[in-house]
Nanobody, 125 residues
Framework: QVQLVESGGGLVQAGGSLRLSCAAS????????MGWFRQAPGKEREFVTA????????YYADSVKGRFTISRDNVRNTVYLQMNSLKPEDTAVYYC??????????????????WGQGTQVTVSS
């Protein structure tokens, strides 16, 4: 069983930065691919980024490439999302997810039952 708790959301002006964290409890973090998704009001949840179990592979949605960076610390059981050059359209609730394979996170719909509760990111113009 894995429990995921996100933190680091908040209000930021356009062009600013935020760093989200997702702390995982349970013994399988290091054997799980990790990802970030987001859901804006009135929209479906969408894939943002994912990282493989050892951190060697990453995938990004086109909308965030070059601005967002995912990383993980398998000692602290934490995955991070560094968000730079934020835009108003990045406003959403951001969710952390875990899965056995990175392909389970990049597929549509994602194949996992492990989700965090979400953290709000609001970017003002």
């Amino acid at each position: 069983q894995v429990q995921l708790v996100e933190s680091g959301g908040g209000l930021v002006q356009a062009g600013g930065s935020l760093r989200l964290s997702c702390a995982a409890s349970g013994s399988i973090f290091s054997s799980s691919a990790m990802g970030w998704f987001r859901q804006a009001p009135g929209k479906e949840r969408e894939f943002v980024t994912a990282v493989s179990r050892n951190g060697g592979s990453t995938y990004y949605a086109d909308s965030v490439k070059g601005r967002f960076t995912i990383s993980r610390d398998n000692v602290r059981n934490t995955v991070y999302l560094q968000m730079n050059s934020l835009k108003p359209e990045d406003t959403a609730v951001y969710y952390c997810a875990a899965a056995g394979l990175i392909g389970f996170l990049t597929r549509i719909p994602p194949r996992t039952n492990y989700w965090g509760q979400g953290t709000q990111v609001t970017v003002s113009s």
